[in-house]
């Protein structure tokens, strides 16, 4: 039926999906024939969603294996061997960081372009609703107006135009035409259940869609929260974090490789929809339609004829003739049957009304209006749809192996970091050259241990002339720069000390410095003086 439309033509993704193989559960090829009612095609769906759980199992498996071979091979390290270099982890996480910025944006536009197609396909659906409803309507309210009032109508004109046979015949008549828009009515076809089944799928088609979506960004976000963490962690490299960011990784790894599965075997199902669509939709309205109304309305082909015009040509020619009828009676009978003139003006305005309503009808079934909205859901569903949900995949797909990635990564890092803290612990704390010496806490009684500097500076100082009681009580304190470097170095940093404030002159030095150094007050000699006893 596909290859017969001239308007619709499948896009080739779809094709391609819909000769995906499609088996049981016990391994059985079946039809690929869209029949979402049938248990072995359900089975064949649950089949290709199957694809993200063994997904997931390899990706357990690679990262189980990868995580014994690290633990192994960082036994084997020898204490002499230098700190591994982070160039290579440095390279890795960049390239998993863009990435994961690279399937991000590929997630942002499947998901997009999946909205829209869903959204074409509602939008689609509530204007053929609203227009089968409008065709319910239409029928209803002639059927009502020419079985109730033109009836009543003619059953009183019969009382009062009782003793003129003409007129009765005349009225005769005219009941033959009423029941022949009856009949002609009723043969018009039922789309109450049609209307009830369109309106039903699309709120529940938009109330998937909109969890659909809103799961996906969340996951969309959640993936780029990971990324931002994982730099952070190799940054600051604290346990904590690297520890939330593993766990956040496999929750998004496991998310991931379910939404693969999820897209694909929806992909696969929408695809041969696309692919024989209108089948589908003839085997499901056969209970309320005929198959010429729904290849009529499915093809809209000028070679078709329009099922329901004979049926609206001849009501419409009743009404036209009832229409004269009254105009004859009004002109005629009225003079001599006053009293028949209310009922003859009622039953012109019902023929009015249901003549009305026969012109809508007539709008309403033609098939350009349903054909219209039928092609948009069709290309919303089988292009923005399917393609959207192609590039969802391919986002899932990209995202599980850069988290795989990413948790390698981790899992280097972590080993890296506990190789820091046992270098670390193997330096000795007496080494003046250790890093850690300047993080331990100040010691009032280490304070006087003395360089050699120190040394010569008090050598130096015995050649001062001795303090003056004045200067005695006036002890100032000791700089702040020297309070910092205690608290946070653990011992005065007498480099960081101006010279003239050490207590002794420089190695070389002029006059005019000498003179300054001997001028030293008795406080400053005595705050010094005690520091640089050997």
Not at 75 to 90: S, Y
Not at 164 to 176: A, G, H, K, N, V
Not at 214 to 221: G, M, V
């Amino acid at each position: 039926m596909a290859s017969a439309r001239l308007d619709y033509v499948a896009p080739w993704w779809t094709y391609w999906l819909h000769n995906f193989p499609h088996f049981t559960f016990y391994f059985q090829p079946i039809d690929n024939t869209f029949n979402p009612e049938e248990a072995n095609y359900q089975q064949s769906l649950i089949c290709m969603a199957c694809i993200g759980a063994v997904g997931l199992g390899l990706s357990l498996l690679l990262l189980t294996i990868y995580l014994v071979c690290l633990c192994c091979c960082y036994k084997n390290i020898d204490e002499d061997t230098k700190r591994p270099e982070t160039c290579c982890i440095t390279w890795a996480a960049v390239i998993t960081g863009l990435l994961m910025c690279s399937a991000v944006g590929v997630g942002f536009y499947g998901n997009s372009q999946t909205n829209d197609g869903v959204y074409q396909l509602t939008y689609s659906l509530y204007n053929a609703n609203h227009t089968l409803g409008g065709i319910n309507n239409l029928v209803a309210g002639s059927l009502g107006n020419v079985e109730s009032g033109l009836k009543q109508n003619l059953q009183r004109l019969d009382e009062i135009f009782a003793t003129r046979p003409d007129y009765l015949q005349t009225l005769r008549i005219m009941q033959m035409s009423v029941n022949s828009v009856i009949r002609e009515l009723m043969v018009l076809p039922d789309v109450s259940k049609a209307n009830v089944d369109l309106s039903a799928v699309a709120d529940q088609t938009a109330f998937i869609e909109y969890y659909r979506w809103l799961t996906y960004l969340l996951l969309l976000i959640l993936d780029l929260v990971i990324c931002l963490a994982m730099c952070l962690g190799m940054a600051k490299q604290p346990r904590w974090l690297l520890i939330t960011t593993m766990m956040f990784v496999a929750l998004s790894l496991i998310l991931s490789w379910a939404s693969l599965g999820a897209g694909t075997a929806t992909a696969v199902g929408t695809s041969d929809f696309c692919v024989s669509p209108d089948k589908f939709i003839v085997n499901q309205t056969k209970d309320f339609l005929s198959a010429d109304v729904a290849h009529y309305y499915l093809f809209c082909s000028p070679n078709l004829p329009n099922p329901f015009q004979q049926s609206l040509t001849a009501c419409q020619r009743s009404l036209t003739t009832m229409q004269t009828q009254i105009q004859n009676f009004l002109q005629f009978s009225v003079p001599f049957f006053p009293t028949a003139e209310r009922d003859l003006l009622g039953i012109q305005r019902l023929l009015n009304s249901t003549e009305f309503s026969v012109h809508q009808l007539t709008a309403l079934l033609d098939c350009r209006g349903l054909h219209k909205d039928y092609l948009d859901s069709l290309m919303g569903v089988c292009y923005d749809g399917v393609e959207g949900l192609l590039y969802l995949s391919l986002f899932s797909l990209l995202a599980a192996c850069a988290l795989s990635t990413m948790m390698c990564i981790i899992f280097r890092v972590w080993t890296l970091m506990g190789s820091r803290d046992k270098e670390y612990d193997d330096i000795d704390e007496e080494d003046p050259f250790n890093p850690q010496a300047r993080r331990i806490s100040y010691n009032p009684r280490r304070s006087n241990i003395h360089s050699f500097y120190s040394y010569t500076s008090s050598l130096g100082s015995q050649a001062s002339p001795p303090p003056t009681s004045q200067s005695a009580s006036n002890v100032a304190p000791p700089p702040e720069y020297m309070n910092q470097s205690m608290l946070f170095g653990g011992s005065p940093r007498y480099e960081n000390v101006p010279l003239i404030g050490r207590g002794s002159p420089p190695p070389s030095y002029s006059p005019s410095m000498r003179t300054t150094y001997l001028s030293m007050t008795d406080a400053q000699i005595r705050h010094f003086g005690t520091d640089f006893q050997v």
